[in-house]
């Protein structure tokens, strides 16, 4: 299976290929940030609350500019946004690194909306460009390996975050590595530059155009699931690295080496996803995965409990790295699903209501978890938030999941 799912990706046509490698490099910037900012934060004696705060100003820059870029993009070449997202993210993460050393609690707050604001303008356009110039039997390889990316990146740059902060002879200060990650950045632009396609898109139509002729009914059902789901992550994700460290004692390089081995499952993992999407469809690929992905999350909760004993973080640590792959590897088909399910007419819109909706739901969760912190609510009883959370929004994933398979077999008939 390994040597023909590979085989199946060579096929991809070489802009969708150039695309995925850009924003592998883009995504280093992320996957550092979400292995280490927060424990470089506490190094530099900010608190749980604090940070939360911070985390808050990323997404709601992402919140007030996805939606009318959404718009924009309709009718318009990507690459000139692929060109700028390239120079501003790695520019804004290194502003961002910067800041935290300054001090300056308003400084890092806008640094950290502005490294938002300039991270999507990159990554929004990234879907409806492989919908729009991919052919169709190589959407699913496309948007899995695109996603695959940000696994695949967390997976390496844990490794070396590893080996320059944790090896006695280097020993490299976390602010140096953080800024390390954010310049490879640069590198995307050498990938999109070689990018050179007369791009398939939608006919450009003016906003108030574009406006009235969305199908909002099957847009709204296809992004109640993911604001379900987002709004349960963000009281998470964003944090984990707080919880081993609060809970399990983990320093940054304890916590490097386990995002470095979850992610690397989680990349390997989507490997398959075409294939076993073939085999066994949406109902158990997407809500049967999530499901089993919840149930270790509530495990993952209970060893705050017994985090007085030294064995339980190894336990802890294990069902971390089972739950992720799960999670993860639904996403590129819950994607893919959304997309088809409302049409190619809507998907830059849903592209950008996606990105709206995550950091939406993550302003209002970062908010959250801030106030929970600051009463002294346990962490285990959050992350119970959360998994209570997914089981609503996989309930109607299930649902969304039965109306397009509905949709699809009234489309053949017809």
């Not at 690194?97 to 502005?114: G, K, P």
């Not at 209570?388 to 109306?403: E, H, K, N, P, T």
């Amino acid at each position: 299976m390994l040597t023909k799912t590979l085989a199946s990706y060579k096929q991809l046509e070489k802009h969708v290929l150039y695309l995925i490698a850009a924003e592998g490099f883009i995504q280093f910037s992320n996957a550092s940030f979400f292995l280490l900012l927060n424990f470089y934060l506490l190094q530099e004696s900010f608190n749980d609350v604090e940070i939360a705060n911070f985390i808050r100003s990323r997404f709601l820059g992402v919140l007030l500019l996805a939606f009318p870029l959404g718009l924009y993009l309709k009718g318009r070449k990507l690459k000139g946004f692929f060109q700028l997202g390239a120079i501003a993210t790695p520019l804004a993460g290194i502003f961002l690194v910067l800041s935290i050393a300054s001090h300056q609690s308003f400084l890092i707050h806008l640094c950290m909306s502005l490294w938002g604001i300039s991270f999507i303008i990159f990554h929004i356009p990234g879907i409806p460009f492989i919908m729009q110039n991919a052919s169709e039997e190589n959407q699913t390889k496309a948007i899995a390996l695109y996603f695959q990316s940000f696994s695949l990146s967390i997976f390496i740059s844990g490794l070396i975050a590893y080996f320059l902060r944790c090896n006695s002879l280097i020993n490299i200060h976390l602010k140096s590595v953080l800024l390390f990650f954010s310049a490879l950045g640069f590198l995307a632009i050498f990938f999109i530059q070689k990018i050179k396609i007369a791009e398939q898109k939608i006919e450009k139509q003016n906003i108030l155009q574009n406006l009235k002729e969305y199908d909002y009914q099957r847009i709204s059902k296809a992004l109640l699931p993911a604001f379900l789901i987002a709004l349960g992550a963000g009281l998470t994700i964003p944090f984990i690295n707080l919880f081993f460290k609060s809970v399990h004692g983990f320093t940054d390089c304890s916590f490097s080496l386990l995002g470095s081995l979850t992610f690397g499952l989680v990349a390997l993992s989507v490997i398959f996803i075409p294939e076993l999407k073939k085999k066994f469809g949406y109902n158990i690929m997407v809500t049967g995965m999530q499901m089993l992905a919840v149930f270790l999350l509530v495990a993952l909760a209970f060893t705050e409990w017994f985090a007085e004993y030294r064995w339980i973080s190894y336990l802890a640590a294990f069902f971390y790295v089972l739950r992720q792959p799960l999670m993860n590897a639904a996403g590129p088909l819950t994607s893919e699903l959304s997309m088809n399910y409302v049409g190619k007419k809507n998907q830059e819109l849903i592209s950008a209501l996606h990105s709206s909706i995550w950091s939406g739901t993550w302003v209002i969760s970062s908010s959250i978890f801030g106030f929970l912190r600051a009463r002294g609510i346990a962490y285990i009883y959050i992350l119970l938030l959360t998994a209570a959370i997914y089981v609503v929004g996989v309930f109607f994933y299930q649902m969304l999941i039965r109306s397009y398979q509905k949709n699809k077999i009234n489309e053949e008939l017809g």
